[in-house]
């Protein structure tokens, strides 16, 4: 009986993460496969989607169809040459995550796992590490200082740390990390609510191609950088889009959660050429979000204008 559920639940699995676009990435020939490439691992922000406790329509029309709902953002880093895969950001939806990695990639080895900050769609699967779980052995977790702060002295965290279930790995500001076959990655702080930690997006460094994940930020504009030219010195960028308008969650005081609503990232980008617009991939999507559904007509526009929304397990070549 047992093993009988265990099938029933390998074929829900199966039929709700291999719709047209996925199987076509599932059938790939994995196993002889070169180089290097970034998977989108999920779309949503921190709560995933469907979210706890919404009765509003966007939540309630997949309330009974599980298959439509979205994972907590994430990407990973497939290093195809050396069988081994970087995970960015320990969602709470990181065993799925995981699982589908080494599933899909069999034989590959979690590498490393890079955070970007304290947040709770950010850091908290690290629990799936742990002692009551798989009792990982020394996973490398790249931190800043903050951040890695924060898991060495605040429970349960901490006892990861004792345990060696993961062994954290100091990275700084703008100062490269070299990973085996040519593959880099920087940090780089960018301005956020940064209660417990400091918080960074990534720029993921391969052979041919370089990619930009920010999935948090505040508003562009306060940023030291400016976004446009970042996305100008990059083939993909993976950009917050939390919220699409202000009016998403009347019950709340928007200015208490800033992000870059998605027309003003839009405003920043209008007078760019269309090959600059593809490059960015909209991520980390509020379950308000109309970007989420893609009978809508933000969803509708967005994409006429020429950028993407991202999509679980869609690939891309470093």
Known sequence: MKNYWVLILALLMAHCYSTSKEDNLIKIDKQNKKGQEIIVLGIAQDAGYPQIGCKKICCTSIDNDHCKGE??????????????????????????????????????????????????????????????AMAAKNVPVYVMPRMGSFLENNGPWSQLVKFNN????????????????????????????????????????????????????????????????????????????????????????MSEIPHPFVPETKALFSKSESFEKAKIHFIHLNHSNPLLRENTKAYSETISQGYYISKTFELYSL
Not at 79 to 91: L, R, T
Not at 186 to 208: A, C, Q
Request: with cysteine.
């Open 71 to 132: 994972w907590v953002s994430c990407l990973g880093l497939l290093d195809h040459d050396s069988k081994s895969f970087y995970i960015f950001d320990a969602s709470p939806d990181f065993d799925k995550q995981y699982d589908y990695l080494k599933n899909t990639y069999s034989g590959y080895q979690l590498a490393g796992i890079f955070l970007t900050h304290a947040h709770i769609g950010h850091y908290t699967g690290l629990m799936q590490l742990g002692h009551e």
């Open 166 to 253: 993961i062994q954290l790995m100091p990275i700084s500001n703008e100062e490269s990390i070299a990973l085996p076959n040519g593959l880099k990655v920087i940090p780089f702080l960018v301005p956020h609510r940064d209660e417990f930690s400091e918080t960074v997006g990534f720029k993921i460094i391969g052979i041919n191609n370089t990619a930009l994940f920010i999935p948090d930020i505040n508003k562009w504009n306060i940023w030291k950088k400016d976004i446009v030219q970042e996305v100008s010195k990059v083939n993909y960028a993976f950009l917050d889009a939390t919220f699409y308008e202000e009016a998403e969650l009347p019950s709340r005081n």
